[in-house]
C-alpha cells in the first residue's frame, strides 16, 4: 500500500510541477493547458494502473522508470522547449545550460534505479547507504533544485523586462 501510495504522489505532485514550469515558459494558456493536461492525463491513468494491480506486485526497476518517466517528461517539457527556443535564436541564457543538466540528471537518476547500481555490481557493500533507491532520490533531489533555479532565472528575466 506505503509503495503505491507514494507513487501515486508521484504522479499528483507532478502536474503541479508541469504546471508550474509551463506557467513560466508559455506565452499562453493553450501551452499551459496542453502541458497541464497531458500530465494530468498521464497521472491519472498511472493512478487507475497502479490501484488496479493485484497485493504486493512489484514492477521491474527498468518499466518504473519508464513508468514513472513519462510524467517527468511532461514537466521537463518545457524547460526543453525554453532551450530549444535559446538555442534556435543564440541568445542563450542560463535557462539552457539549467534544462540540459536537469535531463542528465533526470536520466542519470533513473539509469541508476533500473540498473540497481550500485549494490547489483557490489554484493553486500552497498545494503544500508547509497544503494540505488537512496542515489536515484538524490538526484531527484538534485533536478528539483535545478527547476527551482530554472524558475528563478526565469523570473528574474521577467524583472529585467518589466523594470
Known sequence: LWRRLDQIFIFLV???????????????????ALNT???????VGACRELMALP???QRHRGAMVMFVGTVVMCYWLPMGYKAAQELSSG??????????????VLQI????????????FFPYTFDLALFS???MHVFAC???VLEYWFVWELYKQSALHTA
Do not use: N
Open 55 to 57: 497485493p504486493h506486485f
Open 14 to 32: 507532478s502536474i503541479l510541477l508541469a504546471f508550474g514550469l509551463s506557467w513560466h515558459v508559455y506565452s499562453s494558456w493553450i501551452g499551459i
Open 37 to 43: 493536461s497531458a500530465a494530468a492525463a498521464v497521472a
Open 133 to 135: 533507491h537512496q542515489l
Open 91 to 104: 541568445s542563450i541564457t542560463a535557462c539552457a545550460p539549467i534544462a540540459v543538466l536537469t535531463f542528465a
Open 142 to 144: 538534485a533536478a528539483h
Open 109 to 120: 537518476g533513473g539509469w541508476v534505479f533500473a540498473a540497481g547500481f550500485p549494490e547489483r
